[in-house]
């Protein structure tokens, strides 16, 4: 059974960094894409950030382009998402996903297994 745990959460101010964390279990993650997607409440959830199978190539949102960075480490079955000059804007549950797909699609439903989400919050 595959199962995605994200970590790395928490509270910040506007300015600050945080590294996300997403530990993958029951797949080898190499061999596969990755998403980062956040829902702010009321709103729905959106795509953050990608990076294609075998770290074939990352992609972002232009409201994180430049700010956010994706990347991962198969030895450690682990993804992470390195966020820098954070705004309140930012604020959100983060998810980590998981596609068989050969590149990170910008769609939830392209996604097959999700983590249970991290708490980011940025203070003005």
């Known amino acids: 059974q595959v199962q995605l745990v994200e970590s790395g959460g928490g509270l910040v101010q506007t300015g600050g960094s945080l590294r996300l964390s997403c530990a993958a279990s029951?797949?080898?993650?190499?061999?596969?894409?990755m998403g980062w997607f956040r829902q702010a409440p009321e709103k729905e959830r959106e795509f953050v950030a990608g990076?294609?199978?075998?770290?074939?190539?990352?992609h972002y949102a232009d409201s994180v382009k430049g700010r956010f960075t994706v990347s991962r480490d198969n030895a450690k079955n682990t993804v992470y998402l390195q966020m820098n000059s954070l705004i309140p804007e930012d604020t959100a549950v983060y998810y980590c996903a998981l596609s068989g797909r050969t590149y990170a699609s910008i769609s939830s439903p392209a996604y097959d297994y999700w983590g249970q989400g991290t708490q980011v919050t940025v203070s003005s």
């Open positions: 990076i294609n199978r075998s770290g074939g190539g990352t």
């Open positions: 029951g797949r080898t993650i190499s061999a596969l894409s």
